[in-house]
């Protein structure tokens, strides 16, 4: 199983980037997923979540992000995204995208010891 975003980079503070996940030898439509991210010394954090079957539409998202950013997923090309807009640079961070198995987050919450696989991470910077 391997999991690669892309699509990070350098932005200014109110612009906006659009993180991509692909997966390999599993499908995002079985499992749960979600986007986190690690800022410099800080513990890495989930920002936002997709339970197995649920619409985009009823994704969930940390009060840090809700309203500014959105998960989206494309089942046909077994893809994930991570649309962000009005970046800040409290967004500066790694972000990984992962999967779990669906009872996971269920029964442990949207933790990263939920996850069962992860990305490598891409890097984010907001610059003021």
């Known amino acids: 199983v391997q999991l690669v975003e892309s699509g990070g980079g350098l932005v200014q503070v109110g612009g906006s980037l659009r993180l991509s996940c692909t997966a390999s030898?599993?499908?995002?439509?079985?499992?749960?997923i979600g986007w986190f991210r690690q800022a410099p010394g800080k513990e890495r954090e989930g920002i936002s979540f997709?339970?197995?079957?649920?619409?985009?539409?009823?994704?969930e998202y940390t009060n840090s992000v809700k309203g500014r950013f959105t998960i989206s997923t494309d089942k046909d090309k077994n893809m994930m995204y991570l649309q962000m807009n009005s970046l800040k640079p409290e967004d500066t961070a790694v972000y990984f995208c992962?999967?779990?198995?669906?009872?996971?987050?269920?029964?442990?919450?949207?933790?990263?010891?939920?996850?069962?696989?992860w990305g490598q991470g891409t890097q984010v910077t907001v610059s003021p």
């Open positions: 030898g599993l499908s995002f439509a079985n499992y749960a």
């Open positions: 992962a999967a779990a198995t669906p009872y996971k987050p269920v029964l442990f919450g949207w933790s990263t010891k939920s996850m069962d696989h």
């Open positions: 997709l339970s197995k079957g649920k619409s985009d539409a009823n994704a």
